[in-house]
């Protein structure tokens, strides 16, 4: 089977952006794992799909597949990607998109200086809405956070403490001293796939540099450690303020690049994140029918 695509990136966080408007593909978990091979196919942390509208005052349907051929609920890089992608290509020409995801609708909004920002909705700070099984653990309280910890194998340290946040997706945020020296591949893998997040976890590393200033790196679910995470900057931010650590505006640097998150901090109040998107290439690939 031969496929046109489109590769893009958001603050480093690298995607492929196939169309669907026109007919299903049909690919299978192992055909996607092949797009997103770095040596075999054409590499990337996720597969985007675009589709056309499943109902009335959405303009389209996001799917998203993670690189282990998964299909997850939310990537906030991707949705910036994905509104530049249908607005280049001619699919619109409203510069306020309404998406239909697997967790919801979410609007990005092209903006005059060639970034898009994305309304994320409300974050999920429930635990077991996470999900998250936090049964015989007891959080401890900061601010208006819980903090819950978080028992781990060698090499790893035997706890660590996580703010567990759901932006569409679930996280686990812990506090880190320099996010630069902090063994994120040792720990990363545990904290993702620990029996108490029963849909596996993105696990955050958050550095607060000041009160509008964040570093971090972000091991993702299906993927691995990730140049940027959309989402993850977004629960980073969140899990930051809960704490009382960081204002309602935050500049969030990760190792592909600025993301701009905010959030009045209010149970009603969304999240909304600001970022670039960018095409890198296009081309046409042959997927192999049987992998």
Known sequence: MHIRFTKMQGAGNDFVVLDETQGRLGLTAAQYRFLADRHFG??????????????NGVDFEYVIHNADGGEVEQCGNGSRCFARFVYDKGLTDKTTIRVQTLSGVIAPQLTPDGRVTVDMGQPVLDAPRVPFDASGLTAATRHRAQVWP?????????QVEVVVVSMGNPHAVQLVD??????VAVVGPQVERHVRFPQRVNAG?????????????VYERGSGETLAC????????????????????????TRGGL?????????????????????????????????
């Open 205 to 217: 590393f958050l550095q607060v540099l000041n009160r509008a200033q964040t570093k971090l790196r």
């Open 42 to 55: 054409v590499g990337a942390d996720q597969i985007l799909t675009v589709r056309p509208s499943p109902a």
């Open 178 to 183: 320099d996010v630069d020296q902090f063994p």
């Open 230 to 253: 959309g989402t993850g900057a977004c629960a980073a931010v969140v899990a930051g303020i809960q704490q009382g650590l960081l204002d309602a505006r935050v500049d969030v640097q």
């Open 150 to 158: 978080l028992a781990l194998a060698a090499p790893a340290p035997a």
């Open 259 to 291: 993301l701009t998150i905010a959030w009045e901090g209010g149970a009603q109040d969304h999240v909304f994140m600001t970022g670039p998107a960018t095409t890198v290439f296009e081309g046409q690939i042959e997927i192999p029918d049987a992998l």
